[in-house]
């Protein structure tokens, strides 16, 4: 907005799969970039339609990526039209990257501003440059085999537009990683919030940039609370804890000075209280430290529920795996700890594991201990609790190293005269088996990972899976892919037994069929209510409160039982500022139960200064939590 108003031409544009950009605006959007008037500018803006986007890009290109795939494989055109329907490695992130890049050529804007994921999805999305290299890879290999056939027979290869298409996504990779990484093109600015957590995983998401080669420009601070216009222990507390995030990440990142924006006293929607904090960015104004001070909030309690243990309102004795979502920042990763601990201690004899499937996890944060892929207990906490973050990335490479072995084999028996009546052409056929794996579905890793767990929840040990997802967007794309992976699976199967004219591929096949299995166990797993629950965590705020109407909606259509909705943070101090902040949080939770789909508890969780950290602290916080009637 500031660059609008200065008279930039400038397009805003959202590349989240759960956006809040129109919710922030106030104003309706599409994927069609929308005129608004700034001041005397004018600022276009857009979110991202990400299956619209990529049927764009596919357009005339898919008779050309079919031809080469018919040319390259032993498959026929619906199996290739099959697999290139589904398999678009990171398909919501490489829209996004392809609608940045169209609005770059179009030279119609002077600027185009980015909204993107969360951390772990925006850093993918970063990455996919190389994914594009992979799948330009792939049809290269495929279009290999024509071309040796071509030159066999002509003595002489003419590119066609199959070569045009393969150089076209070569060139497109090209160009988007030359401008990530150019400081004159391109401006990351990480935005993050004065608390330990969040400071914790912009360290982490700076050192991955760092390591990709992409430079960091500045790190905005979001929500630094003014001083109070009277006494107010809370308001002291929290600017002192601000204060000391702040300078951790000071002290930690080699980067100017953090830009520190204040927070308002109400959430910020519309045009001109949105301009205004880009004029206050722009002249990257800073908040005084403070003394510190651990307090506990007064907690807004009119209408609440007491004497009701909430946890057994969260899930049952029954319930096998339950999910908890929801916003990015809302708090669910610190209320799905704190649910897993008292949940763990109220059913001793029961195995529980908290399992983080975020790729910017933040359980070790939390419990103040190195979490990993290996599950490891809480120190201090229940002897039946376990934790652990998947590891997707490695345990998808697993299976590709699987993968990629068996074709190793399948080929080592052809050139050693096995299956001999056959004529294969090594080098290209090793090539396209190989490159199948990598044109597996967006989040086939994040799955892969997920069935292993489910195989747990099958056996008989009566385990309770505790996940705390990625935010909305992409926790709904983890729900909604055991189908689609189910068709890639089956199509990627028919490929493969077309090969088995040329020699075995029994060993991936097992590999698959184990997939595929475990893909039908989590289908039916999700659909039960008995079994499966969906915990929707959010805060008592007007952005928190539409993405979670959206999620709750979403989830009644893919038929996933949600239980109970968690508000957290609830509660503030004695202050003016403080008491006008709780009549805006009672006003959105009434709202939140009247708008529900349908009804589910309304789960209240207290705020506390300092946040809740720590297996003691988190379990007694957990226990304050109540319904609101």
Not at 42 to 64: K, Q, T, V
Not at 323 to 334: E, I, L, N, R, S
Not at 467 to 486: I, K, N, Q, S, Y
Request: hydrophobic share 45%; proline share 6%.
């Amino acid at each position: 907005m500031a660059a609008a108003k200065s008279g930039t031409r400038t397009l805003l544009i959202s590349t989240d799969p759960a956006p809040s950009l129109a919710d922030a605006l106030n104003h309706p959007l599409s994927s069609v970039p929308r005129p608004l008037k700034i001041g005397r500018g004018l600022l276009h803006a857009a979110e991202l339609d990400a299956p619209r986007a990529i049927r764009r890009w596919l357009g005339g290109r898919m008779a050309a990526l079919e031809q080469i795939a018919l040319r390259g494989t032993w498959l026929d055109r619906d199996d290739v039209a099959r697999l290139l329907q589904l398999s678009l490695p990171g398909i919501d992130e490489l829209a996004g990257l392809l609608e940045i890049s169209r609005a770059g050529r179009s030279r119609r804007f002077d600027l185009i501003v980015v909204d993107t994921a969360p951390t772990g999805h925006t850093l993918r999305m970063l990455a996919l440059p190389e994914v594009l290299h992979g799948v330009a890879r792939v049809f290269d290999a495929m279009q290999a085999k024509h071309r040796a056939v071509v030159e066999a027979l002509a003595r002489a290869y003419v590119p066609d537009e199959s070569d045009a298409l393969i150089e076209e996504i070569e060139n497109e990779a090209n160009t988007l990683s030359i401008l990530l990484r150019d400081p004159q093109s391109c401006r990351i600015s990480w935005v993050t919030l004065p608390e330990a957590m969040a400071i914790e995983e912009t360290i982490e998401a700076a050192a991955a940039l760092s390591r990709a080669g992409i430079p960091l420009s500045d790190v905005i601070v979001n929500r630094m609370t003014p001083a109070p216009t009277g006494r107010c222990g809370w308001c002291d507390g929290r600017r002192s804890l601000e204060r000391r995030a702040v300078d951790d990440l000071r002290r930690r990142l080699p980067l100017p000075a953090p830009i520190e924006v204040g927070a308002r006293l109400r959430e910020p929607r519309g045009l001109s209280v949105l301009t205004a904090i880009g004029a206050e960015i722009a002249e990257e104004r800073s908040s005084r430290p403070s003394s510190m001070h651990a307090l506990r909030a007064r907690p807004w309690r009119a209408d609440a529920v007491d004497g009701d243990n909430v946890i057994w309102r969260i899930t049952h004795e029954r319930t096998r795996l339950v999910f908890f979502g929801g916003k990015g920042g809302v708090g669910k990763t610190t209320c799905a700890a704190a649910s897993a601990l008292v949940l763990a201690a109220e059913t001793p004899a029961r195995p529980v594991l908290l399992l983080s499937t975020d790729p910017a996890h933040s359980l070790g944060d939390v419990f103040g201990q190195a979490i990993g892929d290996d599950p490891v207990g809480v120190r201090g906490g229940p002897k039946n609790l376990r934790v652990r973050a998947i590891d997707a990335a490695s345990q998808y490479d697993a299976i590709r190293a699987r993968y990629a072995a068996t074709v190793d084999g399948l080929f080592a028996r052809l050139i050693s005269g096995r299956n001999s009546g056959v004529h294969v052409d090594a080098g290209p056929d090793r090539a396209v088996l190989h490159g199948l794996i990598d044109l597996a579905p967006p989040g086939i890793d994040e799955l892969a990972a997920v069935i292993d767990v489910v195989d747990m929840i099958d056996s008989d040990t009566n385990e309770l899976v505790v996940v705390d997802t990625a935010p909305t967007g992409h926790a709904l794309r983890l729900l909604e892919m055991p189908a689609t992976v189910h068709d890639w699976t089956k199509a990627l199967m028919s490929i493969l037994l077309k090969y088995q004219a040329v020699g075995s591929l029994e060993e991936f096949g097992s590999v698959l069929v184990r997939l595929s299995q475990g893909l039908g166990r989590l289908r039916r797993l999700l659909a039960d209510p008995d079994r499966t629950s969906f915990v929707a965590v959010t805060r008592a705020a007007a952005l928190p409160r539409l993405e979670t109407m959206d999620l709750l909606r979403r989830l009644e259509q893919i038929g996933i039982d949600a239980s109970a909705t968690i508000v957290n943070a609830v509660g503030r101090g004695g202050c003016d500022r403080c008491r006008t902040e709780s009549m805006d949080e009672k006003r959105h939770i009434a709202g939140l139960k009247k708008e529900t789909p349908r009804p589910i508890a309304m789960v209240v969780a207290p705020a506390e200064m300092p946040p809740p950290f720590g297996h003691a602290v988190l379990s007694r916080w957990q226990r304050r939590w109540y319904l609101a009637r």
